[in-house]
């Protein structure tokens, strides 16, 4: 009873959601208002401020005139300061940038667009999401683009989350940062195993050749030879030449279409085995020039090439039986 009541306060608290970062991703240009944006003293701030505690104390039992003014003076410079520190970062806003999709194990680097409307710099600002911390400068009517690295251990969906942007600005007395959490995620495909695109297959049913060879209408280009490649396809002198054998492509309507099906793997391989197999296939497919189609359960895509087409396959690999948090 009790959690489910703070949970509800969490929710519906504004603060509470910005600071312990309970708010879902923002949608669209993201404002640091005022009231996302916080100040505290840093330790130099602390220690600072303890300082001019002392020099009021001597100041006052000792009755020395310049000691106000110097204490006064200093603790107004300090407030100056904190101004200076909030005006860095207040009225920045940030937008969603550029994300390229990434496989498992690597890294993905996360565009985020900083603009700067205002008539001044804004300098020494550092984005940082977990153990990355980027620092930016801003120009004034500028926007800049910082770029966070963020790791990509498994397969899968994976969001940007929070990212907190802060500033030390001018003089470290105060430290000023803000939360924000724009819509950003990629898909991490499987990473690729080492297999080799499999054997030419005919389907007694329909005649359709799973595995191609080429077609036979127009000379594409070499490649490398590949198991059921036709002798007579072989080009001798090129590969007499480069010391590797190669094999003449052919495209046109003659050519066989390739499919990678998940039922085609063997039994013995687990789900993520399966998915690493079928990626490198389909790297080989389209590295080759080859028409392919993708066959997972519940999933037909039709044969084809070209980065999109590549794209499309390995996200069906990288969500596949996986329930993402994808927008």
Same mark, same amino acid.
């Given at each position: 009873?009790?959690?489910?009541?703070?949970?509800?306060?969490?929710?519906?608290?504004?603060?509470?959601?910005?600071?312990?970062?309970?708010?879902?991703? +923002?949608?669209?240009?993201?404002?640091?208002?005022?009231?996302?944006?916080?100040?505290?003293?840093?330790?130099?701030?602390?220690?600072?401020?303890?300082?001019?505690?002392?020099?009021?104390?001597?100041?006052?039992?000792?009755? !020395?005139? !310049?000691?106000?003014?110097?204490?006064?003076?200093?603790?107004?410079?300090?407030?100056?300061?904190?101004?200076?520190?909030?005006?860095?970062?207040?009225? !920045?806003?940030?937008?969603?940038?550029?994300?390229?999709?990434?496989?498992?194990?690597?890294?993905?680097?996360?565009?985020?667009?900083?603009?700067?409307?205002?008539?001044?710099?804004?300098?020494?600002?550092?984005?940082?999401?977990?153990?990355?911390?980027?620092?930016?400068?801003?120009?004034?009517?500028?926007?800049?683009?910082?770029?966070?690295?963020?790791?990509?251990?498994?397969?899968?969906?994976?969001?940007?989350?929070?990212?907190?942007?802060?500033?030390?600005?001018?003089?470290?007395?105060?430290?000023?940062?803000?939360?924000?959490?724009?819509?950003?995620?990629?898909?991490?495909?499987?990473?690729?195993?080492?297999?080799?695109?499999?054997?030419?297959?005919?389907?007694?049913?329909?005649?359709?050749?799973?595995?191609?060879?080429?077609?036979?209408?127009?000379?594409?280009?070499?490649?490398?030879?590949?198991?059921?490649?036709?002798?007579?396809?072989?080009?001798?002198?090129?590969? +007499?030449?480069?010391?590797?054998?190669?094999?003449?492509?052919?495209?046109?309507?003659?050519?066989?279409?390739?499919?990678?099906?998940?039922?085609?793997?063997?039994?013995?391989?687990?789900?993520?085995?399966?998915?690493?197999?079928?990626?490198?296939?389909?790297? !080989?497919? +389209?590295?080759?020039?080859?028409?392919?189609?993708?066959?997972?359960?519940?999933?037909?895509?039709?044969?084809?090439?070209?980065?999109?087409?590549?794209?499309?396959?390995?996200?069906?690999?990288?969500?596949?039986?996986?329930?993402?948090?994808?927008?």
């Amino acid at each position: 009873m009790l959690k489910s009541v703070l949970k509800t306060f969490f929710a519906r608290s504004d603060f509470v959601a910005l600071v312990f970062g309970l708010r879902g991703p +923002e949608t669209g240009p993201i404002r640091l208002t005022q009231r996302r944006v916080y100040v505290l003293p840093t330790g130099y701030g602390l220690a600072f401020a303890l300082a001019l505690g002392l020099m009021l104390i001597g100041s006052i039992n000792y009755s !020395l005139g !310049l000691g106000y003014v110097l204490t006064f003076a200093l603790a107004g410079m300090g407030l100056v300061s904190m101004l200076h520190t909030y005006r860095n970062l207040a009225y !920045l806003t940030v937008r969603a940038g550029r994300v390229d999709p990434v496989f498992a194990g690597g890294t993905a680097t996360f565009d985020i667009v900083l603009d700067n409307p205002s008539g001044f710099d804004r300098f020494t600002l550092v984005a940082r999401h977990g153990t990355t911390m980027v620092d930016i400068d801003v120009p004034a009517a500028r926007a800049e683009v910082t770029r966070l690295a963020v790791p990509a251990p498994k397969r899968g969906w994976l969001e940007l989350g929070r990212v907190t942007l802060e500033t030390r600005f001018p003089v470290g007395l105060f430290r000023c940062w803000s939360y924000v959490r724009p819509q950003m995620g990629v898909a991490v495909y499987p990473r690729p195993d080492d297999s080799e695109l499999p054997l030419a297959k005919v389907r007694p049913d329909s005649g359709e050749v799973t595995s191609t060879g080429g077609g036979v209408d127009d000379f594409a280009g070499l490649r490398p030879y590949q198991p059921g490649d036709s002798p007579r396809h072989i080009a001798w002198k090129a590969a +007499e030449r480069e010391g590797l054998l190669l094999t003449k492509h052919f495209a046109g309507r003659g050519a066989a279409e390739l499919w990678l099906e998940w039922n085609d793997l063997p039994a013995t391989l687990g789900v993520e085995a399966r998915l690493s197999r079928l990626a490198r296939w389909i790297l !080989l497919a +389209e590295e080759a020039g080859f028409a392919y189609g993708l066959r997972l359960p519940g999933v037909d895509l039709e044969p084809a090439f070209g980065d999109a087409h590549r794209d499309a396959c390995l996200t069906r690999l990288a969500l596949f039986d996986a329930a993402p948090s994808r927008p």
